[in-house]
Nanobody, 115 residues
Framework: QVQLVESGGGSVQPGGSLRLSCAAS????????MGWYRQAPGKQRELVAT???????TYADSVKGRFTISRDNAKNTVYLQMNSLKPEDTAAYYC?????????WGKGTLVTVSS
């Protein structure tokens, strides 16, 4: 059974930082491309960042220079370090594991950026 469990969400003031974690089980983690997506109220889910099995990363333009995705294959965990947070970063953040023909999602963790 595949499980992706996100943690690290919370409330933070603008300019603050948070680190999200996603612990994976039930998959051969090291061969999967991992990603973070987010969905704000009333909006569609959007890509935030991805990291391939070979550690190549991609970022949405809106988070470039502020967010960093990384992975620890020994711990089956992917991280999202979020710095210089803005109110528009407020959303539910979802972890994704993707490989050809297979796509898995976590249940999400909420990030609120507000003064």
């Amino acid at each position: 059974q595949v499980q992706l469990v996100e943690s690290g969400g919370g409330s933070v003031q603008p300019g603050g930082s948070l680190r999200l974690s996603c612990a994976a089980s039930g998959i051969l983690f090291r061969i999967y491309s991992m990603g973070w997506y987010r969905q704000a109220p009333g909006k569609q889910r959007e890509l935030v960042a991805t990291i391939a099995s070979g550690d190549r990363t991609t970022y949405a333009d809106s988070v470039k220079g502020r967010f960093t995705i990384s992975r620890d294959n020994a711990k089956n965990t992917v991280y999202l370090q979020m710095n210089s947070l803005k109110p528009e970063d407020t959303a539910a953040y979802y972890c994704n594991a993707n490989r050809i023909g297979m796509n898995h999602w976590g249940k999400g963790t909420l990030v609120t950026v507000s003064s």
